[in-house]
C-alpha cells in the first residue's frame, strides 16, 4: 500500500470518529431536549461523514492505481 493510499485511509478512520462523536453529542442533546445543539451536532457530524467518505474514494484509487493491469 502506498504512503498516500495508507494515509488517505488514516484520515478517513480519524473523520469517521469524529462523526461517532458528534452523533452521540447529538443524541444527548436530543435526549436533553436542546434540539437546536442536537440538529448542529448532527451536522457536523455528516460533514465529518462527507470527509470519510472522500478520503476512502481517494484510497480506493490510489489502490486501483497501484494495481492496474495495463
Sequence with gaps: MSKQS???HRKAA???EHAAKH???AA??????????AGHQAH???AHHIQASHHAEEASKEHAKEHAHH
Excluded at 442533546?29 to 434540539?35: C, F, N, V
Aim: glycine share 4%; net charge negative; aromatic share 0%.
Design 28 to 37: 444527548d442533546h436530543h435526549e436533553a431536549g436542546d434540539h437546536e445543539k
Design 23 to 25: 452523533h452521540r453529542a
Design 14 to 16: 480519524e473523520h469517521h
Design 6 to 8: 495508507a494515509e488517505h
Design 44 to 46: 457536523v457530524a455528516q
